[in-house]
């Protein structure tokens, strides 16, 4: 028998990411390290974001995790294919006067099927993502313009690092105490968060990276460089420095999901020049509100 519950705290974030990395593969939508960044770099925003967990035996079996006002994420057992429909339904009956939209990966048939059958309509155009992976044999060089270090984020950086991050995807809601939270939690590893540091001492850029040790793999997320730095390779160096500290900390694969559309194509030019290649994309599906689809 399959039982639910809702989202109580860090202990069901725990089983949320053993489901993550038990199912996971290159190909996957969710790596353990996307779920601590996700719920932890912003803080006071819980009450957006309904969660529920399906679980049997000890095992949690599916996911769902609603990004109101009617965005859902989820993961869903391949082994129960059955459960992306309880899924969805309880996504369906949360969020009623809204319209829908799900992401999943390409690799995921079983969630395409479970969607197509319940009438989302997969958008082709717009923004999508690309899953990316390499090995971690043969690393790039880490190429640093003079005056510029590379090195793992300590605690006297990390007002800096917070600075970093909200200039380059501003607006950001990241601040000191959520960034303090991401670095507490599982798997998060001092020596996997790498910056660079410019020569006037501030964080000029920097690539956090996860590892999952069960899968040996880790998964960049995020990276960032600080607008005027950037044109100086300065990403490329942090991702090269933390594809080495994964390597020591005993990862074989690196993973990384930037955009994949022509309207951004930076990042993913830049992680398929460090040496990443395609596996999978994202695709994007949408349900209008029951109340829009009648008038």
Sequence with gaps: MVDTRRYAGPRDLRA??????RIWSPESRWHVGDLAWGRFQHVGREAEWPTMLWHAGGRTLAWGWIELPGHLELAVDPGRPELA?????????TVRDADRSVVVSSSETHLVEAL??????????????????RDLQALPEIRLPAGYVARAVGDEDVPGRVL???????????SVESYSAVRVAWP???????????????????????????????RIEPVGTVPEHRGRGLAGAACSAGLRAARAAGAELAVVAPRGDDAYPVPARLYRGLGFQDR????????????????
């Excluded at 197509?116 to 992976?133: C, M, N």
């Design 16 to 21: 949320m990411q053993e489901l993550t990395s």
């Design 85 to 93: 429909d309880e899924v969805l339904g309880w996504f369906e009956e």
């Design 116 to 133: 197509e059958r319940r009438g989302y309509l997969r958008a082709d155009g717009g923004p999508f993502f690309v899953h990316l992976s």
């Design 164 to 174: 970093a991050h909200r200039a380059a995807f501003h607006p950001s809601r990241v």
């Design 188 to 218: 998060y590893r001092r020596d996997l968060d790498r910056c660079v540091v410019a020569p006037d001492g501030s964080v000029a850029a920097y690539c956090l990276l996860w590892l999952d040790e069960a899968a040996g793999a880790a």
């Design 280 to 295: 999978a994309r994202s695709l994007h599906f949408h349900a209008r509100a029951a109340s829009d689809a009648q008038s």
